[in-house]
């Protein structure tokens, strides 16, 4: 459980707009989400605040690519 504090700092950090995940939440959709992005779905809509976490996230922003290289090479 992330104290609210915190999370209040990242998005000043981060800037306004665009709700957000946690890394947890992240991971937990990750799987996800690469499914529909890689089958041209519109992932954003169908998990709000995701592309935003990647996007300031380089942790999850890594995971991602390492999972959408995966998936890639599971399906060629
Ligand atoms: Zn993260």
Do not use: K, N, W
């Not at 665009?18 to 991971?27: H, K, M, Q, T, Y």
């Not at 529909?36 to 995971?63: S, T, W």
């Amino acid at each position: 459980m992330e104290r609210p504090d915190r999370q209040e700092t990242l998005r000043r950090i981060l800037g306004p707009a665009e709700p957000e995940v946690g890394c947890d939440a992240c991971f937990d959709q990750l799987d996800r989400y690469v499914e529909l992005e890689l089958a041209g779905e519109d992932a954003d809509r169908a998990i709000p605040g995701l592309r935003a976490h990647l996007a300031g996230c380089p942790a999850c922003r890594e995971e991602h690519e390492s999972l959408v290289a995966l998936v890639r090479a599971e399906r060629t």
